[in-house]
């Protein structure tokens, strides 16, 4: 394999590895809180506890804030005001429709999962068709 398929392919697969992390996303959220506290800790501050537990408090009004960007997005795309890739959109409602944090519905979080991991997988899948059928 030539030097230039092999970059290729490396940062295809660290491109898709990235993209996936939601799917661990407590360990992704306790790593963030990990490099915080070490962080600070460097800083010469001294942390106990998760310090981003404050998020868990917002998670709602992100989550909504999210869709109704995405809403707004979607209607700009399609007036033709703006111009986004399908890919993203596609992209960016598989990580909304993942991300569900309503407790009502926690009973049904792994259907939310494999539906917005689904959409995810088949948009980087999406892009790196379009990225070999160019070539």
Request: glycine share 10%.
């Amino acid at each position: 394999m030539t030097s230039n398929v092999k970059e290729k392919i490396l940062g295809t697969s660290g491109g898709v590895t990235g993209a996936l992390s939601f799917l661990g996303s407590y360990q992704v959220c306790h790593n963030a809180c990990l490099a915080l506290v070490a962080f600070l800790t460097f800083l010469g501050f001294t942390v106990a506890g998760m310090p981003l537990l404050f998020l868990t408090k917002v998670a709602i009004p992100f989550w909504i804030s999210a869709v109704l960007l995405l809403s707004i997005m979607m209607i700009l795309k399609y007036k033709k005001i703006i111009h986004i890739s399908d890919k993203v959109i596609l992209l960016n409602s598989g990580l909304i429709i993942a991300g569900v944090p309503f407790q009502q519905v926690q009973d049904f979080n792994y259907v939310f999962w494999i539906v917005g991991g689904v959409l995810v997988i088949f948009s980087i899948g999406w892009y790196i068709y379009g990225k070999v059928k160019k070539k």
